[in-house]
């Protein structure tokens, strides 16, 4: 069991480029979401899926796109980076939404400059 | 939307010393749980909380869901060095639109052996 595996762990992009930072989990998990950790602000939800095919606007979505074509994987797309984004991002996964514990990936850095 | 103070944002102490750090909401959840994140890796769920006045303990990790469903309380008693890291408080409710976890700003810990 790899759990919640993220990739690349560092990546840095220049203003208007186009990423996307990918999430898979091997665990079945119906539940999965991204994060952005900024200092002194902890963790803010981005976009959540509580299945395939079903994803969600979190707290703060502008500038990024997420689907979920598979259960195991969930990836986010910077369509056009901005040095706003600059950010840690977390992905994690829980059994159901609601689910106590959710299981976090080790994280991106990424840098926008 | 619902947000969460958690205080203090940062700590000093000595190995060996007893911490205390607390989170306040302005609205109710049904559960609290507590997160600690190591440098470098992702948030790892410490305790769950899901009644008012319940107390939970995990070793040196004691945890009280307040009364009012408005705050908690995450006390670490004989500190060492591996408790190094940011502490997040997480409120969770149930139902609905909602089941996402809101995440508090984090207290970083640092300890001096």
């Known amino acids: 069991n790899a759990g919640v595996t993220q990739t690349p762990k560092f990546q840095v992009l220049k203003t208007g480029q186009s990423m996307t930072l990918q999430c898979a989990q091997d665990?079945?998990?119906?539940?999965m979401s991204w994060y952005r950790q900024d200092p002194g602000m902890g963790l803010r939800l981005i976009h959540y899926?509580?299945?395939?095919?079903?994803?969600d606007q979190g707290e703060v979505p502008n500038g990024y796109n997420v689907s979920r074509s598979t259960t195991e994987d969930f990836p986010l797309r910077l369509l056009s980076a901005a040095p706003s984004q600059t950010s840690v991002y977390f992905c994690?996964?829980?059994?159901?939404?609601?689910?106590?514990?959710?299981?976090f990936g080790p994280g991106t850095r990424l840098t926008v400059l | 939307g619902q947000q969460l103070n958690q205080s203090p944002q940062s700590m000093f102490i000595q190995e060996g010393e007893d911490v205390s750090m607390n989170c306040t909401s302005s609205?109710?959840?049904?559960?609290w749980l507590w997160y600690k994140q190591d440098p470098g890796e992702g948030p790892v769920l410490l305790i769950a909380?899901?009644?008012?006045?319940e107390l939970t303990s995990n070793g040196r990790l004691t945890a009280q869901f307040g009364i009012t469903r408005k705050d908690s309380f995450l006390n670490i008693s004989a500190s060492i060095p591996s408790d190094v890291g940011i502490y997040f408080c997480?409120?969770?409710?149930?139902?609905?639109?909602?089941?996402?976890?809101?995440f508090g700003k984090g207290t970083k810990l640092s300890v001096k052996p």
């Open positions: 994690a996964s829980s059994y159901s939404k609601g689910a106590l514990e959710q299981f």
């Open positions: 665990m079945n998990h119906e539940y």
């Open positions: 899926s509580v299945g395939a095919g079903i994803t």
């Open positions: 609205s109710i959840f049904n559960t």
């Open positions: 909380l899901y009644k008012a006045g």
């Open positions: 997480a409120g969770l409710n149930y139902g609905g639109s909602q089941g996402n976890l809101i």
